[in-house]
Protein backbone atom coordinates (compact mmCIF):
# COMPACT_ATOMS: atom_id res chain seq x y z
CA UNK A 1 0.00 0.00 0.00
CA UNK A 2 2.79 2.61 1.07
CA UNK A 3 4.23 1.82 -2.57
CA UNK A 4 0.60 2.34 -4.71
CA UNK A 5 0.90 6.22 -2.48
CA UNK A 6 4.00 6.26 -3.40
CA UNK A 7 3.57 5.64 -7.20
CA UNK A 8 0.34 7.61 -7.18
CA UNK A 9 2.26 10.93 -5.67
CA UNK A 10 5.07 10.56 -8.35
CA UNK A 11 2.43 10.08 -11.20
CA UNK A 12 0.07 12.84 -10.07
CA UNK A 13 1.49 16.15 -11.56
CA UNK A 14 -1.28 18.06 -9.26
CA UNK A 15 0.89 16.98 -6.55
CA UNK A 16 3.76 19.96 -5.27
CA UNK A 17 5.03 17.77 -2.67
CA UNK A 18 4.41 14.56 -0.51
CA UNK A 19 6.32 13.08 2.60
CA UNK A 20 5.32 9.52 4.50
CA UNK A 21 5.23 9.89 8.67
CA UNK A 22 4.97 7.29 11.59
CA UNK A 23 6.33 4.27 12.37
CA UNK A 24 7.15 3.10 8.72
CA UNK A 25 9.12 6.02 8.58
CA UNK A 26 10.99 5.43 12.45
CA UNK A 27 11.55 2.17 11.40
CA UNK A 28 8.79 1.01 14.59
CA UNK A 29 5.90 -0.35 11.90
CA UNK A 30 4.20 -3.88 12.73
CA UNK A 31 1.48 -5.10 11.25
CA UNK A 32 -0.92 -2.98 13.30
CA UNK A 33 0.50 0.50 12.15
CA UNK A 34 -1.41 3.00 10.43
CA UNK A 35 0.04 4.78 7.19
CA UNK A 36 0.24 8.62 7.25
CA UNK A 37 1.68 10.87 4.60
CA UNK A 38 1.03 14.69 4.02
CA UNK A 39 0.28 15.59 0.64
CA UNK A 40 0.93 19.27 -0.57
CA UNK A 41 -1.54 20.12 -4.29
CA UNK A 42 -0.64 22.72 -6.17
CA UNK A 43 -2.88 26.00 -4.55
CA UNK A 44 -5.06 26.40 -8.09
CA UNK A 45 -5.61 22.29 -8.09
CA UNK A 46 -6.24 21.58 -4.57
CA UNK A 47 -10.16 22.62 -4.52
CA UNK A 48 -10.48 20.20 -7.44
CA UNK A 49 -8.80 17.43 -5.75
CA UNK A 50 -11.58 14.64 -4.33
CA UNK A 51 -10.09 12.82 -1.14
CA UNK A 52 -12.09 9.21 -1.47
CA UNK A 53 -11.15 9.36 -5.27
CA UNK A 54 -7.33 9.49 -3.91
CA UNK A 55 -7.58 7.54 -1.40
CA UNK A 56 -9.58 4.67 -3.57
CA UNK A 57 -6.58 4.54 -6.02
CA UNK A 58 -4.62 2.83 -3.10
CA UNK A 59 -6.94 -0.35 -2.08
CA UNK A 60 -10.87 -0.93 -1.42
CA UNK A 61 -12.19 1.74 1.13
CA UNK A 62 -14.67 1.22 3.88
CA UNK A 63 -14.92 4.08 5.71
CA UNK A 64 -13.00 7.91 4.85
CA UNK A 65 -13.85 10.09 7.65
CA UNK A 66 -12.47 13.59 8.93
CA UNK A 67 -11.22 13.42 12.14
CA UNK A 68 -10.78 15.86 15.17
CA UNK A 69 -7.85 17.74 13.68
CA UNK A 70 -9.22 18.17 9.85
CA UNK A 71 -7.25 14.63 8.98
CA UNK A 72 -8.75 12.84 6.26
CA UNK A 73 -8.55 9.30 7.85
CA UNK A 74 -8.84 6.17 5.44
CA UNK A 75 -10.28 2.72 6.70
CA UNK A 76 -9.44 -0.16 4.01
CA UNK A 77 -11.12 -2.81 3.85
CA UNK A 78 -8.09 -5.19 4.94
CA UNK A 79 -8.52 -2.75 8.20
CA UNK A 80 -5.24 -0.89 7.80
CA UNK A 81 -5.55 2.73 8.42
CA UNK A 82 -4.52 5.46 6.86
CA UNK A 83 -4.51 9.27 7.94
CA UNK A 84 -3.81 11.60 4.52
CA UNK A 85 -3.68 15.61 5.17
CA UNK A 86 -4.54 17.26 1.73
CA UNK A 87 -2.66 20.40 1.95
CA UNK A 88 -1.90 23.21 -0.24
CA UNK A 89 1.51 23.81 -1.48
CA UNK A 90 1.18 27.20 0.53
CA UNK A 91 1.06 25.70 3.36
CA UNK A 92 4.51 24.04 2.81
CA UNK A 93 6.30 26.87 5.21
CA UNK A 94 3.80 26.11 8.77
CA UNK A 95 6.37 22.80 8.36
CA UNK A 96 9.05 25.01 9.95
CA UNK A 97 6.62 25.39 12.80
CA UNK A 98 6.38 21.72 13.73
CA UNK A 99 7.81 20.08 16.54
CA UNK A 100 10.54 18.45 14.86
CA UNK A 101 11.70 16.04 12.43
CA UNK A 102 9.31 13.37 11.46
CA UNK A 103 11.89 10.95 10.34
CA UNK A 104 15.05 11.07 8.06
CA UNK A 105 14.97 13.04 5.29
CA UNK A 106 15.57 11.13 2.49
CA UNK A 107 12.88 8.22 4.22
CA UNK A 108 10.22 11.15 4.41
CA UNK A 109 10.05 12.73 1.29
CA UNK A 110 8.62 11.14 -1.09
CA UNK A 111 8.13 13.58 -4.00
CA UNK A 112 9.59 17.65 -3.67
CA UNK A 113 9.42 19.30 -7.33
CA UNK A 114 10.31 22.42 -6.00
CA UNK A 115 12.19 21.76 -3.27
CA UNK A 116 10.64 23.73 -0.97
CA UNK A 117 9.46 20.54 1.27
CA UNK A 118 13.02 19.60 1.67
CA UNK A 119 14.45 23.07 2.70
CA UNK A 120 11.27 23.15 5.22
CA UNK A 121 12.34 20.11 6.89
CA UNK A 122 16.22 20.75 6.92
CA UNK A 123 15.01 23.78 9.14
CA UNK A 124 13.89 21.24 11.94
CA UNK A 125 17.54 19.08 12.14
CA UNK A 126 18.28 20.61 15.28
CA UNK A 127 15.08 20.84 16.88
CA UNK A 128 13.71 18.55 19.59
CA UNK A 129 10.18 18.37 20.98
CA UNK A 130 11.59 17.26 24.02
CA UNK A 131 11.20 20.56 26.76
CA UNK A 132 14.72 21.48 27.99
CA UNK A 133 13.69 24.77 29.43
CA UNK A 134 13.17 25.88 32.89
CA UNK A 135 9.85 27.82 31.42
CA UNK A 136 8.92 24.50 28.99
CA UNK A 137 9.40 21.98 32.41
CA UNK A 138 7.57 24.49 34.23
CA UNK A 139 4.71 24.62 31.87
CA UNK A 140 4.23 21.15 31.60
CA UNK A 141 3.90 20.74 35.26
CA UNK A 142 1.74 23.29 35.52
CA UNK A 143 -0.67 21.81 33.09
CA UNK A 144 -0.80 18.63 35.17
CA UNK A 145 -1.54 20.71 38.29
CA UNK A 146 -4.48 22.38 36.01
CA UNK A 147 -6.33 19.30 34.99
CA UNK A 148 -6.05 17.42 38.24
CA UNK A 149 -7.81 20.08 39.96
CA UNK A 150 -10.59 20.52 37.33
CA UNK A 151 -11.26 16.83 37.20
CA UNK A 152 -11.18 16.70 41.04
CA UNK A 153 -13.77 19.42 41.32
CA UNK A 154 -16.03 18.00 38.50
CA UNK A 155 -16.15 14.95 40.10
CA UNK A 156 -17.29 16.69 43.30
CA UNK A 157 -20.59 18.23 41.11
CA UNK A 158 -21.27 14.52 40.72
CA UNK A 159 -20.07 14.75 36.97
CA UNK A 160 -18.22 11.49 36.94
CA UNK A 161 -18.03 10.67 32.83
CA UNK A 162 -16.60 13.86 32.82
CA UNK A 163 -13.91 13.83 35.52
CA UNK A 164 -13.33 10.41 33.96
CA UNK A 165 -12.61 12.13 30.58
CA UNK A 166 -10.25 14.63 32.52
CA UNK A 167 -8.20 11.89 34.08
CA UNK A 168 -7.04 10.45 30.54
CA UNK A 169 -5.30 13.95 30.55
CA UNK A 170 -4.31 13.71 34.08
CA UNK A 171 -2.35 10.40 32.83
CA UNK A 172 -1.08 11.50 29.38
CA UNK A 173 0.65 14.28 31.63
CA UNK A 174 1.91 11.86 34.43
CA UNK A 175 3.52 9.88 31.50
CA UNK A 176 5.18 12.85 30.12
CA UNK A 177 6.38 13.45 33.59
CA UNK A 178 7.69 10.06 34.02
CA UNK A 179 9.25 10.28 30.50
CA UNK A 180 11.66 13.54 31.48
CA UNK A 181 12.30 12.12 35.25
CA UNK A 182 13.63 8.60 34.14
CA UNK A 183 15.57 10.04 30.72
CA UNK A 184 12.65 8.06 28.53
CA UNK A 185 12.28 10.75 25.76
CA UNK A 186 12.35 8.58 23.08
CA UNK A 187 8.54 8.64 21.52
CA UNK A 188 7.84 11.82 23.42
CA UNK A 189 4.95 13.26 21.07
CA UNK A 190 2.97 10.32 21.93
CA UNK A 191 3.87 9.33 25.37
CA UNK A 192 1.76 6.49 26.08
CA UNK A 193 3.64 4.93 22.91
CA UNK A 194 5.46 1.46 23.80
CA UNK A 195 5.39 3.16 27.40
CA UNK A 196 5.36 -0.42 28.73
CA UNK A 197 9.21 -0.61 27.01
CA UNK A 198 10.58 3.12 27.50
CA UNK A 199 9.83 3.51 31.20
CA UNK A 200 10.62 1.59 34.67
CA UNK A 201 8.32 -1.31 35.34
CA UNK A 202 8.08 1.13 38.55
CA UNK A 203 6.14 3.92 36.80
CA UNK A 204 4.27 1.57 34.85
CA UNK A 205 2.41 0.60 37.64
CA UNK A 206 2.45 3.95 39.51
CA UNK A 207 0.67 5.04 36.16
CA UNK A 208 -1.55 1.94 36.55
CA UNK A 209 -2.67 2.92 40.01
CA UNK A 210 -3.91 6.72 38.33
CA UNK A 211 -6.41 5.05 35.97
CA UNK A 212 -10.25 4.26 36.81
CA UNK A 213 -13.42 3.08 35.60
CA UNK A 214 -16.05 5.95 35.83
CA UNK A 215 -17.35 4.75 39.42
CA UNK A 216 -16.96 7.79 42.04
CA UNK A 217 -15.04 5.34 44.43
CA UNK A 218 -12.44 4.34 41.77
CA UNK A 219 -12.04 7.81 40.53
CA UNK A 220 -11.22 9.01 44.28
CA UNK A 221 -8.67 6.68 44.37
CA UNK A 222 -7.26 7.26 40.88
CA UNK A 223 -6.87 11.25 41.34
CA UNK A 224 -4.97 10.79 44.41
CA UNK A 225 -2.87 8.37 42.90
CA UNK A 226 -2.25 10.85 40.49
CA UNK A 227 -1.51 13.71 42.83
CA UNK A 228 0.53 11.50 44.79
CA UNK A 229 2.91 10.34 41.94
CA UNK A 230 2.17 13.50 40.05
CA UNK A 231 3.47 15.56 42.81
CA UNK A 232 6.92 13.84 43.34
CA UNK A 233 7.97 14.34 39.76
CA UNK A 234 7.35 17.97 39.79
CA UNK A 235 9.06 18.29 43.12
CA UNK A 236 11.85 16.34 41.40
CA UNK A 237 11.67 18.66 38.00
CA UNK A 238 11.46 21.99 39.82
CA UNK A 239 14.24 21.51 41.86
CA UNK A 240 16.37 20.13 39.18
CA UNK A 241 15.33 22.97 36.58
CA UNK A 242 14.84 25.94 39.30
CA UNK A 243 11.19 27.07 39.22
CA UNK A 244 8.49 26.68 42.10
CA UNK A 245 6.90 23.72 42.45
CA UNK A 246 3.34 23.80 41.58
CA UNK A 247 1.92 20.20 43.19
CA UNK A 248 0.98 21.46 46.24
CA UNK A 249 -1.52 23.68 44.49
CA UNK A 250 -3.11 20.24 42.89
CA UNK A 251 -2.38 18.75 46.45
CA UNK A 252 -4.24 21.56 48.40
CA UNK A 253 -7.57 21.24 45.84
CA UNK A 254 -8.17 17.60 47.32
CA UNK A 255 -7.54 17.95 50.84
CA UNK A 256 -9.85 21.29 50.96
CA UNK A 257 -13.18 19.42 49.33
CA UNK A 258 -12.15 15.86 50.91
Not at 139 to 164: K, T, Y
Not at 209 to 223: F, G, I, K, M, P
Request: charged share 20%; proline share 4%; with cysteine.
Amino acid sequence: MIERVRSLCVSDRRLDSALMYGSFVSGESDRFSDIEFWLFFTDEALSNVDARTWCEQIAPLSLLVINEFGTQVAIFENLVRGEFHFAAASDIEAVRKWPGLPGPIDETVIVDRRGALTAALRSLATRSPVPSTAEAVEQLCGRFVNWVVLGWQVMQRGEHLRALQVLSEVNRLLLWMARLTTGATQHWLTPSRQAESDLPQTSIERFETATSSARRAELVSAYRHAVGWGCEMTHELSADHGFVDPGPVAVAAIDQVW
